[in-house]
């Protein structure tokens, strides 16, 4: 038999047609499209029970309700608790992009000691023991007021055991970084006597006066002022944003006063003249008023007439008479302060100068107008108990009066004039303006310990980093604060297991004290923060875990006095830094953070190719200010303290003659082997740009803004 | 693409363009078989015609 | 099928653009809702999925007379001309892979039947539609924070907005539980009404006239008598739909007191926006 | 060249050669080809029905076996275990907590399979890794609140009777999709006789089809 | 070497000069394979499209080739219908050119979508409203036509007709070609006339939509024209650049006069047809939307008016009125000068209606979306172009595709 052509041609056809009737074809065919839509490398999310679990989130001052849905024990949303008091089932989009913060990649996986300039993991025991041994050696030295403490926020029971730490140890250094809730006391300590806040009834007033707050940008309690901002309408009441630059408040308000940056202060106290003069106050509350009425009244028709007042601030004359009736004639005004979020540089001369504009037409303490009340004080923390040594560095003065002198301070002196810095939740080296000189300081801190979750710029420079648990992973009390008419305190509980090696700070500040032995130690008599926290709020504990929150109050408090005596002394108004010939100013966008955490990935997504692009950061200008630079174009924008390469927006929106230029970009999240790609390295971090300009009597770092020149790339 | 995958529809938009596509692919492959039978054929006869010579 | 039609659902949302802060909460509650991927540079839009976009819109004065307003902009699930279900895209779509749901008005997206040939984005004027380039790829460990309940995407297929469908079958399922017919209006909001903060997003069923959504929005039954395509425009003169001329007939209203705000939802002809916000809400039949 | 053109020239009348050589036996080639052709098909058609489900499907072990039908005259019916939950979503199998409700931390029975629940999952507190045989795929919704709930249908329909059975079957997985094979049914060309044999689209939709006189939309079924 | 396989009596370049031409070529479709490869593995984010321009430079090359490729089912239809006798000598490259052309747009279409393993669900899950599913079908189908039309001219390989079974395979074919033609003209009007469809009927694209017949918009029966009225405008350019290669005559005049002739008329009346078209949109559909004219051609850097008037007047009317009057198209020059016009003018609509479309703003607070293609589209598009090549080298050399090449080269 031969095998010849046709053998094979036959085996060939019939092995074709027999795999064709077979169905391996179409199984083939359709299993590879399936394999397609299967791939391996896409992940599939694990089915399971829903529940949700009400709690508290703390990313800023805001502190709104949050109810986290979970896959059994997976929280896979975050999303506004209903009825809540602060913000009633709303939420931005930092709180609920929170999950992603759970996860980040700049998450600090365990304890880390620095070791020339990388950081290695340690256990947690370790660490302890050589920050304890550090603090054991200050004390023993004879110096425990070396030891200092910078935290987010006076408020809440962490920052308390911090304090109680310090003040136990010997050291009265305890500093937070500026907030709007630090200048609202700070106002209020200028102007009603000390251990007041002052809160805004924005959702009462039915005429909102501001001098540039961000009212939907991130300003105060956020969550909270959206939805009263948003029943502006319903109620038919009014905002009047005054800014030099179309913000997104001022777009959204009834009416945008353009005004020159840093002149707000003198437009208050313009309008203040008018009030004045047109006897459009009310008498019964300027009746409270004390230290030199009569002295201010003079100083402001002498300095702030009309015209004069137009001229500083660019406002027209009869806008500026206009708006002073309207305010004064409204049923409930209020004045509300804080450019952006509030949270930047100020001025006390406009706080107060804003504030005096609450006080004359007499809303304090009235529904829908300004509340002076006292600190949310519900923590009870048992007596400490304190030796000697703690007793004489207690009784020291502070080494500087805010962190800005604090950090002058250490700069300034060739010895070490602090030995030993705990940083907790907030991020100074990146935060503070020039934030070059801040690290440098740290520098010369020879012991310098984190408490963050996160290795931000901050937690780069530290010798020591002692996680924390993210806001997920916590037990904490959450006083509402930051403006807020109401008073309530929350608490943020754990919805996940922590995920990495982390602890409550709390808890850690419980082990450094106890083992540090002594009188410190007996001061911390609590085994854990669980145990203290229950312990120090047990006038609320029952309702606090039971309901997550409570109102400590709802409404105005007691009528109160005016104290006048900062303002009648004629303060000079803090000017620009530099000579150039254009302001640059910081915008504050609430897609972004500018406090010391960066914006999750979901935020970041979120804000427009108009102020990022790429890795570049988009400055905005009136196109007039831009003479010849194009729009999406090119430049170098140069300030006293520096310069960057900025993309040019050509904005209808901002004032002639000022630069914008977005705050809460150019965070460096990075080391050798953490990064966090989403949000690094993304634009320039504007306080590179401005330095701060620190204003004579109260002391604080008051630069709204720096000169600056621009020229192309 | 046939009466029973999951998206037909028994309506004129299936029946016109089905019915014009598949009479159109029929005539195609019915040419084409016609030509190979017909091809094959014509080569039988020839080597028929051959042997027979 | 007639009384399913009867039956039927048309779910719609209105968005009030004057309460509208362009704050973003609304899009990071949709990534977070949809297990939207993200990437290291999403600065380019053109590539950057956001099925929920907020626009930032400007009446183009010189300053001072300068506004702004942002509009939020979802799949508009279009019913298309006439409102029969034939929306650009789904009429284009070679595989089926986008359809109508007649029950709801919501047009689907099907990703693992899309085979990413990105037909359906060429025909949606509102760019809502979205390619995924690359394959989505989170952080080590982060994916554990994805939901179950919408499926994660692989590269090379089209995705958009859903009206978070999930929550629908979802408020469904407990509905069959409790032996319920139908579902109340609170148990079905998509993720991004119900993140806003300022409340300026209503969502319901268009068809039901106790529901907020039919309320503000006054869907007119008729055809537009100006444009037959046109059905369901709204009879509140404030409240306007994008590209309505199109007769793509969109799901998603808008609400403004501006007047620059609404004419910038449409293209006009010189004169032309003078003549019909005039005209504007008053239809021969309303 | 002229060399290389003679070589070809060469060869083309050899295979010409060749080619009435074979005319010549004619019968007995294309006899051959057809018995070859017969061989081929035959082979190739076996092994693409018989061998390449070998091929395609590994076969996996359940971590135990597990008696349905005593669980079930223990137990009551189905929903003892495959429960809804409050929100009408479904449980799926038990987690072991619910497999504690009725067990204690001893065994109950004597069997072997017993022995490893108890040792392995029980006392160690570990989920028990079941393999899933209806598992549909992520892109899947099925709501079976809709079915058994709101239409009255009967676990049978889709899983057969899998509630009488005493032991498990080997869980068998398509190597290229990761899918079980019982998605496309035991019977490699996808025939069904039952209506649990198969739980492809079309089996859904001819079911729908049947039932609600419409095949459904896309999203009902999908997310 | 390889002097077997050639056709009698034709001569041909020496072995290693083929080679080396092919292999010149051969590297340029390489670099082209690597970046099909780069686009299937990785996917599609390896070329600069995105989510405004979801169709871009391949789909232009897509609908551009199939377009070009139109002498095909037009020459055949003359041919084989209409019985113009002469074409036979011109119809053997029309298919080849087709050929080359259809399998190109199936291969552009299998690397540009983002899944091509679930390509299949064009067919199988077919939405007989879509242009594209029609544009899928037709297409296949088609193709199929060219290759049972092409396949003749192979069988007549001096070698594989010595074949008795192929010999006579090609003479049956040839004898019910007519048939296929026939087929392949029905078939061919529909997915030429979709793949104008598929820009027409896109409603919420002003820049696109077109009214029409029915469910056919207008862009479905110009695109149908115009690929039967350029489409020979480019077997004739071909034709001319393999004679110029090769350096022989391979087509007598008269052919070629009277083929350019019918290509002039059909140029003439769709012209004419477009020009109505582009007037009633301008003047009636674009205003009923809310556009003008100048809304498409203005505010941004690349598509201006100029891009109206190449289109329509430089190449299209221009080569038209060579092509109709003798005196011109009997002038070489001139006739060449058409051809590559007609040529850029078809290749120049196509690229209008896929990314003009794309790039126009239709919201009112949208803007232009501009694109440049990366590198490896540049290369994938131009893969075509190399196979092409390839292909009718290898076809010139070896079959015998110019029935009057040993007459006009004794």
Redesign the interface.
């Known amino acids: 038999m031969k095998v010849d052509r046709r053998s094979f041609l036959g085996l060939g056809l019939g092995a074709v047609a027999g795999i064709a009737v077979s169905p391996v074809g179409l199984k083939l065919t359709d299993d590879s499209s399936i394999w397609t839509q299967n791939w391996p490398w896409t992940p599939v999310p694990v089915d399971g029970e829903v529940t949700y679990e009400s709690s508290v989130c703390s990313l800023c001052p805001g502190s709104c309700g949050i109810s986290v849905r979970k896959i059994d024990d997976r929280p896979v949303k975050i999303e506004g608790l209903a009825d809540y008091p602060v913000n009633d089932g709303g939420v931005c989009l930092h709180g609920i992009a929170g999950l992603q913060y759970l996860y980040d990649p700049a998450r600090i996986k365990s304890p880390l000691k620095k070791n020339g300039d990388k950081f290695e993991e340690i256990s947690w025991d370790d660490a302890i023991a050589i920050v304890a041994d550090k603090l054991a050696d200050i004390r023993k030295k004879g110096s425990p007021e070396k030891l200092a403490c910078i935290a987010d926020k006076e408020q809440g029971s962490v920052s308390g055991l911090f304090k109680r730490l310090l003040k136990t140890f010997g050291s009265p250094n305890f500093y937070t970084m500026p907030s709007l809730e630090s200048y609202l006391e700070v106002t209020a300590a200028a102007m009603h006597g000390e251990g007041k806040t002052i809160a805004f009834d924005l959702e009462n007033s039915d005429f909102i006066l501001s001098f540039g707050a961000g009212i939907i940008e991130g300003w105060g309690s956020p969550v909270n002022c959206f939805k009263a901002n948003a029943s502006r309408k319903e109620r038919h009441a009014k905002l009047y944003q005054i800014e030099p630059r179309l913000s997104n408040t001022a777009a959204n308000a009834d009416k945008w006063i353009p005004i020159k940056p840093g002149t707000q202060a003198d437009l208050a106290l313009g309008l203040c003249a008018v009030i004045l003069k047109n006897n459009l106050f009310d008498s019964n509350a300027t009746a409270n008023f004390k230290g030199g009425f009569h002295k201010l009244a003079a100083i402001l028709q002498k300095n702030y007439a009309l015209s004069k007042t137009a001229e500083i601030t660019g406002v027209k004359a009869v806008d500026i008479e206009k708006l002073a009736i309207l305010f004064a004639k409204a049923k409930m005004p209020v004045a509300v302060f804080g450019h952006g979020r509030g949270d930047g540089a100020q001025s006390l001369k406009e706080l107060a100068a804003v504030h005096t504009l609450n006080c004359l037409v007499g809303n304090i303490n009235k529904k829908g107008g300004t509340f002076v009340l006292p600190k949310n004080e519900y923590l009870e923390f048992p007596d400490e108990s304190m030796d000697s040594i703690a007793d004489a560095g207690f009784a020291k003065s502070k080494t500087g009066r805010y962190v800005n002198q604090l950090i002058e301070k250490v700069n300034a002196s060739s010895q070490p004039a602090i030995e030993a810095l705990f940083v907790y939740n907030t991020n100074p080296c990146y935060s503070l303006h020039d934030p070059k000189s801040v690290k440098q300081a740290f520098g010369k801190i020879p012991f310098v310990v984190s408490f963050s979750s996160f290795l931000d710029e901050t937690a780069k420079e530290a010798d020591i980093i002692l996680p924390s648990h993210t806001f997920l992973e916590r037990l904490e009390d959450v006083p509402s604060c930051a403006g807020l008419a109401k008073s309530v305190v929350g608490l943020t509980k754990p919805v996940i297991e922590p995920v990495f090696n982390t602890k409550n700070p709390g808890d850690a500040v419980i082990l450094i004290a106890k083992a540090l032995e002594g009188s410190i130690a007996q001061s911390f008599e609590w085994e854990i923060y669980d145990e203290c926290l229950e312990n120090i709020t047990s006038g609320i504990w029952d309702s606090l875990s039971e309901d997550g929150h409570v109102v400590i109050s709802d409404g105005p408090g007691e009528s109160t006095a005016v104290n006048v005596s900062f303002l009648a002394d004629n303060p000079v108004t803090i000017q620009a830094q530099g000579d150039y010939e254009l302001t640059l100013i910081p915008i504050d966008n609430m897609r972004l953070i500018n406090a010391g955490t960066t914006a999750s990935p979901f935020a970041i997504k979120t804000v427009s190719d108009r102020v990022l692009k790429g890795s570049d950061i988009v400055i905005e200008m009136n196109p007039l200010t831009a003479k010849g630079l194009k729009d999406k174009g090119f430049a170098i924008l140069t300030t006293p303290m520096g310069n960057a390469r900025v993309m040019i927006n050509l904005n209808e929106g901002m004032m002639p003659g000022v630069i914008g230029m977005v705050e809460g970009l150019g965070h460096t999240l990075n080391t050798k082997n953490m990064s966090n790609k989403y949000v690094s390295n993304k634009g320039v971090n504007i306080n590179d740009l401005i330095g701060p300009v620190i204003e004579s009597g109260s002391g604080l770092d008051a630069a709204f803004g720096i000169k600056a020149k621009i020229s192309k790339a | 693409?046939f009466p029973?995958?999951?998206?037909w529809i028994w309506d004129m938009?299936?029946v016109v363009?089905?019915g014009?596509?598949w009479y159109?692919?029929g005539?195609?492959g019915a040419?084409?078989t016609?030509?190979?039978l017909?091809?094959?054929c014509?080569?039988i006869n020839?080597?028929d015609n051959?042997?027979s010579h | 099928m007639k009384q399913e039609n009867n039956k039927a659902h048309k779910f719609g949302m209105v968005i009030d653009l004057d309460k509208c802060t362009g704050c973003g909460s609304c899009m990071v509650s949709c990534m977070s809702e949809n297990n939207v991927p993200f990437k290291e540079d999403e600065s380019n839009k053109k590539d950057s999925i956001t099925w929920m976009r907020v626009y930032k819109l400007t009446n183009g004065k010189s300053f001072p007379d300068t506004e702004i307003v942002y509009l939020p902009r979802p799949c508009q699930h279009c019913g298309g001309k006439g409102d029969h279900g034939h929306s650009p895209c789904i009429s284009v779509c070679p595989a089926t892979a986008t359809d109508y749901g007649y029950d709801t008005g919501i047009v689907s997206q099907i990703y693992t039947r899309c085979f990413g040939c990105r037909y359906c984005m060429g025909a949606c004027p509102y760019h809502a539609r979205y390619f995924n380039w690359w394959d989505p790829k989170w952080p080590e460990g982060m994916e554990k924070y994805l939901s179950p309940n919408v499926s994660p995407r692989m590269r090379g297929v089209v995705e958009k907005c859903s009206f978070c469908y999930h929550r629908y079958q979802a408020a469904r399922d407990t509905a069959y539980y409790e032996g319920r017919d139908d579902i109340e209006e609170h148990e079905y909001q998509t993720a991004c009404t119900t993140a806003c903060p300022a409340g300026a997003i209503v969502f319901g069923d268009l068809n039901n006239p106790f529901h907020k959504v039919h309320q503000i929005v006054k869907p007119d039954p008729h055809p537009d008598t100006r444009n037959k395509h046109v059905i369901g425009k709204s009879r509140n003169p404030k409240v306007f739909r994008l590209l309505e001329r199109l007769g793509t007939n969109p799901k998603i209203y808008y609400l403004s007191e501006r007047e620059w705000v609404r004419k910038q939802g449409d293209n006009y002809l010189d004169g032309e926006w003078d003549e019909i916000k005039n005209h504007h809400g008053s239809s021969s039949h309303g | 060249m002229s060399e290389t053109e003679n070589k070809t020239e060469n060869g083309s009348m050899e295979s010409a050669g060749e080619c009435t050589a074979g005319d010549t036996k004619d019968d007995k080639g294309l006899g051959l080809g057809v018995i070859f052709f017969i061989v081929a098909f035959v082979v190739c058609f076996l092994s693409g029905t018989l061998l390449f489900p070998k091929l395609l499907y590994s076969k996996k072990e359940q971590p135990f076996n597990f008696d349905h039908a005593l669980h079930v005259s223990e137990a009551g019916d189905c929903e003892s275990c495959h429960s809804l939950r409050e929100d009408g979503s479904f449980l799926g199998i038990p987690k072991l907590a619910t497999c504690l409700d009725c067990h204690a931390e001893d065994p109950m029975g004597e069997t072997e399979d017993e022995a490893v629940f108890v040792e392995e999952y029980v006392s160690k507190e570990k989920e028990i890794p079941w393999y899933v045989y209806s598992r549909q795929p992520d892109c899947v919704f099925f709501s079976h609140a809709a079915h058994t709930e709101a239409n009255g249908m009967d676990c049978v329909t889709c899983h057969g009777h899998i509630g009488e059975s005493t032991s498990l079957k080997p869980y068998e997985e398509n190597k290229i999709t990761g899918y079980s094979r019982d998605i496309w049914g035991k019977n490699i060309f996808g025939i069904k006789k039952h209506s649990w044999d198969r739980m492809k689209m079309d089996d859904c939709a001819a079911c729908h089809k049947k039932e609600t006189g419409h095949k459904g939309y896309c999203f009902q079924c999908h997310k | 070497m390889d002097s077997a396989l050639i056709p009698k009596g034709a001569k041909r370049c020496s072995f290693p000069k083929f080679t080396i031409g092919i292999a010149i070529v051969s590297a340029v479709l390489l670099w082209g394979v690597y970046a099909m490869f780069l686009c299937w593995f990785k996917g599609l984010n390896q070329t600069n499209m995105n989510d405004y321009y979801g169709f871009a430079l391949w789909i232009w090359a897509d609908l551009a080739v199939i377009a070009v490729g139109g002498g095909a089912f037009f020459t055949g239809l003359l041919r084989y219908i209409l019985k113009v006798d002469e074409l036979k000598n011109i119809i053997n490259f029309a298919v080849i050119i087709g050929f080359i052309c259809y399998s190109s747009a199936l291969l552009i279409l299998a690397i540009d979508i983002g899944q091509p393993l679930r390509g299949w669900f064009i067919f199988w899950h077919a939405n007989v409203h879509s242009m594209l599913t029609e544009v899928a079908f037709c297409l296949s189908a088609y193709f199929a036509v060219l290759t049972i039309e092409f396949i003749p001219n192979i069988l007549e390989n001096r070698q594989v007709n010595k074949v008795p079974f192929f010999h006579h395979l090609a003479h049956n074919m040839h004898g019910v070609m007519a048939v296929f033609a026939a087929t392949g003209a029905f078939l061919s009007f529909f997915h030429q006339g979709s793949l104008g469809g598929v820009a027409g009927v896109l409603f919420g694209r002003p820049f696109a939509v077109r009214e029409g017949l029915l469910i056919w918009p207008w862009t479905f029966f110009l695109f149908t024209w115009s690929a039967a009225a350029f489409g020979p405008c480019f077997t004739l350019l071909i034709t001319k650049i393999t004679e110029v290669i090769t350096g022989k005559k391979l087509v007598k005049d008269n052919v070629v006069y009277l083929l350019a002739k019918i290509s002039g008329w059909m140029i003439i009346t769709y012209i004419t047809a477009k020009i109505i078209d582009t007037i009633y949109w301008a003047m009636v559909t674009a205003p009923s939307l809310g556009f003008t004219l100048s809304h498409f051609y203005t505010d941004n850097s690349f598509y201006g008016y100029w891009i109206l008037v190449t289109e329509i007047i430089i190449c299209g009317v221009v080569p038209g009125l060579i092509l109709i009057m003798k005196s011109t198209r009997e002038n070489p020059t001139l006739r060449i000068i058409a051809f590559v016009l007609g040529t850029i003018g078809i290749c120049l609509n196509r690229w209008v209606m896929v990314l003009q479309i794309m790039a126009v703003p239709v919201m009112s607070f949208d803007t232009w979306a501009l694109y440049i293609p990366s590198w490896q589209e540049v290369a994938t598009t131009i893969l075509p172009v190399a196979y092409g090549i390839i292909l009718i080298a290898i076809a010139y050399r070896y079959l015998p595709v110019f029935p009057q090449e040993k007459e006009l080269n004794r």
Do not use: N, P, Q, R
């Open positions: 693409m029973f995958s999951f998206e938009g299936h363009f089905f014009g596509l159109a692919v005539i195609l040419g084409m016609y030509c190979l017909k091809a094959a014509d080569t020839d080597s051959k042997t």
